[in-house]
């Protein structure tokens, strides 16, 4: 028997040339997956199986020893568990044809391409396993999309490591495991639902929930008498996820006055008294506020006479005319009053000299 080494080094495939029986498995590792994406601070396992003649020439194959590693120093593997950068935070499991590697609390300089590495008891018998196993560690960044359309509401978990290796999805609503694992999934929606998704076997590892608008509150942000002519603002808040839009109705008027979160009225009339209140959607729902009153007033203004143009109403020409009427009437009793003065003097006057003109006929 001979053994012949395709590559050099101690840290790729090292291709042995046996002979051994009919059907007897050759040098192996197969890795599965070959890809993993993993978030920071999850706990990862990386998995491979691997195979080796049980006897050559008669001598019984012993795997002496078996470890994982991703460096390889003066062209030497470096066990895992001698590397300072993995202390306390890896595991290996063993059986004669498989091995698992487990890696906690990830770290994103774990990012890397794994390799599993088996020596047995055979003259040159060192096997290592490539390409490996690729390890992405990237920040948690899971989030649901949410589509609804007519008919139906859909949402689905995506996550920065869907560009590498899709992973496995799991839902909650409302902190409750769903049955659906699958990265899209369709919902009723009822009050009270707040959805979020995780990676399978991380649920402590979730994203934001979603979730139609509650605790819905509108508020009168001025304060004291509302005068005309004073800005006024009505404010509309909610606890939503995706983030809520917001309309503002007047009472027995379904036409929107505003779409903004915060309605100003800023030279505000009386005829802008009323009850008004606020609506806030989402993807996933609505809810509507409570009523919100809004009384304007206005100081006392001085009467005025002014000439009616055309189109003015009927009781502001009568006002007009009456008024008139009444100075026109003053002023006529006015002039009549002083006439009537002006005789009476006059009648004094003329009063002494009738009588001497009477006394002086008589004495002649």
């Not at 840290?11 to 890795?31: I, N, Q, R």
């Not at 935070?89 to 390799?115: H, N």
């Not at 990237?138 to 869907?162: G, I, M, Y």
């Amino acid at each position: 028997m001979s053994f012949s080494a395709a590559a050099a080094t101690g840290f790729v495939v090292l291709f042995l040339s046996v002979t051994v029986g009919k059907d007897e498995p050759a040098w192996s590792v197969k890795y599965d997956p070959s890809q993993i994406c993993a978030f920071r601070g999850s706990t990862v396992t990386i998995k491979c199986s691997y195979k080796y003649p049980s006897r050559i020439q008669g001598i019984k194959t012993e795997v002496k020893t078996r470890f994982w590693f991703t460096k390889v120093n003066n062209r030497v593997p470096v066990n895992l568990m001698n590397d300072s950068d993995y202390k306390d935070r890896i595991t290996y499991y063993f059986t004669k044809s498989s091995s698992v590697l487990t890696i906690k609390d990830l770290k994103q300089r774990d990012s890397a391409k794994y390799k599993f590495r088996f020596i047995t008891n055979q003259p040159g018998g060192a096997f290592t396993g490539s390409p490996g196993v690729t390890l992405t560690v990237l920040d948690p960044d899971l989030r649901v999309q949410v589509r609804r359309s007519e008919t139906q509401t859909e949402l689905k978990c995506e996550s920065s490591c869907d560009q590498i290796k899709p992973p496995s999805y799991v839902w909650f609503n409302k902190e409750e495991k769903m049955k659906q694992q699958t990265s899209s999934i369709v919902v009723s929606v009822r009050d009270g639902d707040r959805y979020s998704c995780s990676v399978k076997g991380h649920d402590d590892l979730r994203s934001p929930s979603v979730y139609a608008p509650e605790f819905l509150s509108a508020k009168l942000m001025s304060s004291g008498q509302i005068t005309e002519g004073r800005s006024v603002t009505l404010s509309c808040s909610s606890d939503a996820n995706p983030a809520a839009k917001y309309t503002w109705r007047k009472k027995n008027n379904q036409s929107v006055v505003s779409t903004d979160q915060q309605f100003v009225l800023s030279s505000i009339l009386s005829s802008d008294s009323g009850q008004y209140y606020c609506t806030a959607q989402n993807q996933l729902g609505e809810k509507t506020s409570g009523l919100v009153s809004v009384q304007v007033t206005y100081a006392p203004r001085p009467p005025s006479v002014s000439v009616t143009p055309s189109g003015q109403s009927m009781s502001t020409t009568i006002i007009i005319k009456l008024t008139l009427f009444i100075l026109i009437s003053l002023l006529v009793l006015i002039i009549s009053l002083r006439t009537l003065r002006t005789m009476k003097m006059n009648r004094k006057l003329t009063e002494p000299i009738e009588m001497e003109v009477r006394r002086t006929s008589e004495v002649t």
